[in-house]
């Protein structure tokens, strides 16, 4: 039962256009959001989070969408950038608990071509 | 500060063998993570262990269990090995909401 989902295996751009990653999920007792990006031999980076009360958080070149009646986030580089190359991972934390447990999508790698 | 070390690297056994990995977490943080990334999928979450208890669990079996020490440390050990726990496993620490990975211990089970 993936529920979390990321449709899109791979993804290649050219240096300085925008990047669009998606994301969809199945369950709407997700507190927040998060965004991972993983370089080969290290472990996962964190990139950028969103609650669920929020539609938008932005933070530099990366802005992250949520779209709750789709329940559905995208995560947009502007400019892309030749070291954003690496896979990324969308991640839900469901509600409630003490525990910070992520549930993460299969991920998606990004090229981004010179 | 070193962040989240993670030993061994790498390790390969044979079937039915039993593994102990090894997570040191990043200063200040008391909480600690597992989780096993199968080759092409994202990380699965095993458990998480706070003031040394296990505070959570996935949908993993009893072979799979852990321990942490009182300086927040952790293992995770791992019984009766099968060809299908061939991963990266991964380590988290963290306060209360961001979590930081260490590299990941990949095991390779023969």
């Known amino acids: 039962d993936q529920q979390v989902k990321q449709n899109s295996p791979s993804l290649s751009v050219q240096e300085g256009r925008i990047s669009i990653l998606n994301c969809d999920y199945t369950?709407?007792?997700?507190?927040?959001f998060l965004w991972y990006k993983k370089y080969p031999a290290e472990g996962p980076t964190f990139l950028i989070s969103?609650?669920?009360?929020?539609d938008k958080n932005e933070d530099g070149r990366f802005t992250v969408f949520l779209n709750k009646s789709a329940k559905h986030l995208s995560l947009h580089i502007v400019p892309s950038q030749p070291g954003d190359s690496a896979v990324y991972f969308c991640?839900?934390?469901?509600?409630?608990?003490?525990?910070?447990?992520?549930?993460f999508g299969t991920g998606t790698l990004l090229a981004v071509q010179p | 500060d070193a962040g989240v070390t993670q030993s061994p690297t790498h390790l390969i056994k044979t079937r039915g063998q039993q593994v102990t990995l090894r997570c040191s977490p990043k200063?200040?943080?008391?909480?600690v993570s597992w989780y096993q990334q199968a080759l092409g999928q994202g990380p699965q979450f095993i458990f998480q262990?706070?003031?040394?208890?296990?505070?959570q669990r996935g949908n993993f079996p009893d072979r799979f269990s852990g321990h942490q020490f009182p300086n927040y440390s952790s293992e995770l050990n791992v019984n009766a090995l099968l060809l299908g726990d061939s991963a990266l496993y991964l380590c988290?620490?963290?306060?209360?909401?961001?979590?930081?990975f260490g590299p990941g211990t990949r095991l390779t089970v023969l």
């Open positions: 988290a620490s963290s306060t209360y909401n961001e979590q930081f």
């Open positions: 369950n709407s007792m997700f507190d927040y």
């Open positions: 969103i609650s669920s009360i929020k």
């Open positions: 991640a839900a934390v469901p509600y409630g608990g003490a525990t910070n447990k992520l549930i």
């Open positions: 200063s200040g943080h008391d909480t």
């Open positions: 262990y706070y003031e040394e208890e296990e505070r």
